[in-house]
């Protein structure tokens, strides 16, 4: 029984982050495949530069909301039902995961989906909600992200940057080893889903957003 249980979490926390919620507002809004126009990207970011401001910041809200919804909700109520787990923070930190693979890897979309930036934030917004001692490391991943986006105006570098500064982050402040060896998934997963931007860098092509 605790592992059905379990097995329901992962299924539910990754339903919820698969939700392809540029795609919808695609067609929706327009009728359009996103995927077919501007990086063809599955995302909040080609949602604002293919849909608007408006549709994008919504599509934004609600990929982070995903991802907050698992890491608190989600977890909170199977939390305490399934045992077989450590502790409810490695339940959320797991649940959390996999509503960032269910973002990145959406079953509903033949697993292409967005880069989980957003998704991302969501589960740490969760995570520094119910651990302590998160919060000044989330703090300062967002501020590194917002620094690199101002002098640079492209939102993969900036995303790129914030992915690479969490796990360092989360060692200065001496945070849990759980923790630390999720701030380095996390790192590679951003990496991972940025290639063909970090590629399109090299090659001095990456778009800036305004």
């Not at 979309?109 to 957003?118: E, Y």
Request: aromatic share 10%; glycine share 10%; hydrophobic share 55%.
């Amino acid at each position: 029984m605790q592992y059905l249980l379990f097995l329901c979490g992962i299924i539910i926390s990754y339903c919820i982050g698969a939700i392809p919620t540029a795609y919808l507002f695609g067609k929706v809004l327009k009728g359009i495949d996103i995927r077919q126009f501007g990086s063809g990207n599955v995302g909040a970011t080609n949602a604002l530069r293919v849909l608007g401001k408006g549709p994008g910041v919504i599509v934004l809200c609600i990929d982070i909301l995903k991802g907050f919804i698992v890491a608190v909700n989600i977890a909170d109520f199977f939390s305490s039902r399934i045992t077989i787990v450590p502790n409810t923070e490695v339940l959320r930190i797991i649940l959390g995961l996999v509503s960032i693979c269910g973002h990145n890897w959406t079953v509903f979309l033949n697993f292409k989906g967005g880069k989980g930036i957003a998704t991302t934030l969501g589960v740490l917004l969760g995570l520094a909600l119910r651990i302590q001692g998160l919060n000044s490391v989330l703090g300062l991943v967002i501020l590194i992200w917002l620094i690199v986006f101002l002098l640079t105006r492209i939102i993969s570098i900036a995303s790129i940057c914030a992915g690479l500064s969490l796990p360092v982050l989360l060692i200065f402040f001496k945070q849990s080893p759980i923790l630390i060896v999720t701030g380095f998934i996390l790192c590679a997963f951003v990496v991972i889903r940025h290639k063909t931007n970090i590629d399109r860098l090299r090659q001095g092509k990456e778009k800036r957003i305004f």
